[in-house]
């Protein structure tokens, strides 16, 4: 494929996403739109998949450090992110749940 | 990265693409607070498939480097997530934003350096997608961590303005376009290194000229920054699930952004162009207020609330910064036990970020089916006995409706005015942050309860114990 192809075929997948994005994310009610925003921190830690490819395939030290250091942060928003997001889930009771 | 690595089907691929789906399945169960929790357990799991493809599939090196990433970034992640106090999640979603940004800024750099490295020159779009991976990601750094300043209040939460601010930005702007011109002319460390450095000091611009309630605009934001940042870093790897994460993430901060945007009664330009509020003091403190008002005493308040039949709850951050959550919980318990209906109205800016007064609230008991949103609860208001203001102000203000040259004309508000009564608790006659005075206060149905909003509830409460 020509790089233009694959920079189409990345565009087509962007847009189409946004869009499922869109839809899914109007329908989260307002009372979970903190655990959302949370979530969302900890699916932006997809990233790690990123760091995990460069951090591994990096042949000097500093792509290794650089690697590592993005493995780190990425993982401080996958790990805290979904931790944080479970604990407030977790607190949302209907009445007479208790 | 393998230039046909998007349309290679192989298993890496097909794991990516499973992780997608959970993704959106997982997010399509945060639609409802009974099915939100497994839907977040779903997300964890699509980020568990998409780490073990990206390991198995690949034929990685170097595994100490990764493995003390890993370590580190978990223990600090659980660590803030366990410690985290409910009243600071802004600041705590504010520093993950920061950080989702700066991982996909260092992947960016991380490529590049390995991409001069293999000596083979580097495709237009690549170099321009590694510029866009560093700008955002490096805005989203220093932007998120002024926001949190500014919400921790080690940053001042006032505006502050910059002389000739638009001049800076714009040459800003100009430099980062030139950088990737650069970039794409002669790839090398320079050209990046400049448009990092542009982008963490424009990060820090934006931000610096917004005042602090401003601030869950920001967040929202910068929240869809991370993740448009993330979708770059995907652009640049070839990787699909990336881009696709990304821009989730990318589109839920973007709607969050406009309902914030929305209930606040301002644009985006607006609220980005700051210096909102900066005449606060003058604007409340002009005029001599000298309407009568009535104020009451607790043991009238719960004379009020024990012969109701229906009330509602309208709670403001004053509510949280007094730590009254339990004591209203406790107050409800009570009205319910007596057969009064109880229910809450939460405006969307109630607290210090999207849904925050709700997760507040969660936890202190209150059931979330007795949360009502703006407009499940405005009809209700005039069938309501009393409506109870605590700690909320701007949000109740009627001249919003009314008052075309009022501030905050036209911002969608409670219909706490329309109840029989309304009680409301406040520390002083202050204006809200619009600088306005609540008409509110002035109506003849009014009762003002002066005082700490926690001492005052606890009253409340044991008076009505003892009638």
Not at chain 2, 6 to 27: E, H, R
Not at chain 2, 398 to 418: E, F, K, W
């Amino acid at each position: 494929m020509t790089d233009t192809q694959v920079l189409i075929t990345a565009l087509t997948v962007f847009v189409l996403a946004i869009f499922i994005g869109y839809e899914v994310i109007t329908k989260v009610p307002p009372t979970l739109h903190t655990p959302l925003m949370s979530g969302s921190n900890a699916i932006s830690g997809i990233v790690i998949v990123g760091a995990l490819l460069v951090a591994g395939q990096a042949e000097g030290i500093t792509g290794q450090i650089l690697g590592a250091i993005a493995v780190g942060l990425a993982m401080i928003n996958v790990v805290g992110g979904f931790m944080v997001t479970d604990r407030m889930l977790k607190m949302f009771k209907r009445s007479g749940d208790k | 990265m393998d230039t046909t690595a998007l349309f290679s089907i192989d298993a890496t691929n097909v794991g990516y693409i499973i992780a997608a789906i959970l993704f959106i399945v997982g997010l399509k169960r945060l639609g409802s607070p009974a099915t939100a929790r497994s839907g977040n357990r779903l997300s964890a799991l699509a980020m568990l498939v998409a780490v073990l493809v990206t390991v198995l599939g690949n034929d990685l090196m170097s595994w100490e480097w990764i493995i003390g990433g890993l370590i580190v970034g978990s223990i600090i992640g659980a660590f803030s997530a366990k410690k985290i106090a409910m009243t600071n999640m802004p600041q705590l979603v504010a520093v993950f934003n920061g950080f989702g940004g700066a991982a996909s800024a260092v992947v960016a750099a991380a490529e590049l350096i390995r991409l001069i490295d293999d000596g083979g020159g580097i495709a237009e779009n690549i170099s321009i997608t590694i510029m866009a991976s560093v700008i955002v990601g490096g805005v989203t750094l220093t932007g998120s961590f002024v926001a949190y300043g500014k919400l921790q209040g080690i940053i001042s939460t006032r505006p502050l303005l910059l002389p000739i601010r638009n001049v800076i930005n714009v040459a800003l702007l100009i430099g980062m376009i030139a950088s990737t011109v650069w970039l794409v002319i002669d790839p090398s460390l320079t050209p990046f290194l400049v448009a990092a450095g542009i982008a963490l000091a424009l990060g820090i611009l934006v931000v610096i000229p917004i005042g602090g309630a401003d601030m869950p605009v920001v967040i929202a934001l910068l929240n869809s920054y991370s993740g448009i940042a993330g979708a770059a870093t995907g652009f640049v790897l070839g990787n699909n699930v990336l881009i696709i994460a990304g821009s989730l993430v990318g589109a839920s901060g973007l709607i969050l952004t406009r309902i914030m945007t929305k209930a606040m009664n301002r644009s985006l330009a607006n609220v980005m162009l700051g210096g909102f509020g900066v005449e606060d003091g003058t604007a409340a403190g002009g005029e001599e207020e000298t309407r009568p008002i009535r104020s009451i005493q607790p043991d009238d308040a719960a004379m009020m609330l024990a012969y109701a039949t229906s009330v509602i709850f309208v709670p403001g951050y004053g509510l949280a910064v007094a730590q009254a959550q339990h004591q209203v919980r406790e107050l409800a318990d009570l009205l319910k036990d007596k057969g009064i209906s109880v229910r809450y109205a939460i405006h969307p800016v109630a607290g210090r970020m999207p849904g925050h007064m709700n997760v507040l609230l969660a936890e202190a008991n209150v059931p979330y089916d007795e949360l009502k949103d703006l407009d499940e609860i405005n009809g209700e208001f005039s069938r309501t006995d009393v409506a109870v203001v605590i700690g909320a102000n701007d949000v109740t203000n009627p001249s919003a409706r009314t008052d075309t040259t009022s501030p905050i004309y036209g911002m969608p508000i409670l219909n706490v005015d329309q109840a029989q009564a309304v009680i409301m608790m406040k520390r002083g006659m202050s204006a809200g942050f619009a600088g306005v005075q609540n008409e509110l206060f002035f109506l003849d149905k009014t009762m003002m309860l002066f005082g700490d909003a926690k001492d005052s509830v606890e009253k409340i409460t044991s008076e009505i114990k003892d009638l």
